[in-house]
């Protein structure tokens, strides 16, 4: 039972070139969630799916798409990569709200990427 | 105003002291609050939640919520080495949809 997975665990990205992050997780959890993490502003959610085949825009969704073409798998794309998504990237899942653990996220183990 | 506002420390401490950790947040819809641990280049883990106001007890760890001045705590008695890491706090609607952290207090304990 692996949990949360992120793939790559680093990356180095020239200004302009474009990437995919992929997230996977074997918990059949319904929500999953993408959030950047910059020193001194937190995590922040870029966008979020509450099932297979649904995305919604979270708090950042500026220059990020997302696809959840699989309950298990959660993708996070850079078309064109900027400095300014030099980040650390985390993706969470959450069980389905019918089980009410509204509290309850589970994290992977992150991606670092630099854009220079 | 931010969501949640958290003092970044860092927080040194020896050894069995007890550690105190706050945050305060805005907008009193919120329900659920949360306190995450994350270790160096580790994703964050849940380490407690409470719900509305009042205390909640999980052996050397107490996260306390105060919804009329809007006040998150986290105690932490008898601290350990091990529990050197940065503290998130969040706070979440029954929405699932809605989690806010804070920026994390980076703790150290000295043996």
């Known amino acids: 039972n692996a949990g949360v997975t992120q793939t790559p665990k680093f990356r180095v990205l020239k200004t302009g070139q474009s990437m995919t992050l992929l997230c996977a997780q074997d918990?059949?959890?319904?929500?999953m969630y993408w959030y950047r993490q910059d020193p001194g502003m937190g995590l922040r959610l870029i966008h979020y799916s509450v099932g297979e085949g649904t995305t919604a825009k979270g708090e950042v969704p500026d220059g990020y798409n997302v696809s959840r073409l699989k309950k298990q798998n959660f993708l996070l794309g850079l078309e064109s990569a900027a400095p300014s998504q030099t980040s650390v990237y985390f993706c969470?899942?959450?069980?389905?709200?019918?089980?009410?653990?509204?509290?309850?996220?589970?994290f992977g183990p992150g991606t670092r990427l630099t854009v220079t | 105003q931010k969501e949640v506002e958290q003092d970044p420390g860092p927080l040194s401490v020896p050894e069995g002291a007890i550690v105190s950790l706050n945050c305060t947040y805005s907008n009193s819809a919120f329900q659920y609050f949360m306190w995450y641990r994350q270790y160096s280049r580790k994703g964050p883990e849940l380490l407690m939640y409470t719900y509305s106001s009042g205390n909640k007890e999980d052996g050397r760890f107490t996260a306390q919520v105060d919804k009329s001045s809007k006040y998150i705590s986290l105690f932490i008695r008898d601290s350990q080495p091990s529990d050197s890491a940065t503290y998130l706090c969040a706070k979440g609607l029954n929405t699932g949809n809605q989690f806010y952290f804070g920026t994390g207090t980076s703790l150290t304990v000295i043996p």
């Open positions: 969470a899942t959450h069980p389905a709200l019918r089980l009410r653990l509204f509290y309850e996220q589970y």
């Open positions: 918990m059949n959890h319904e929500y």
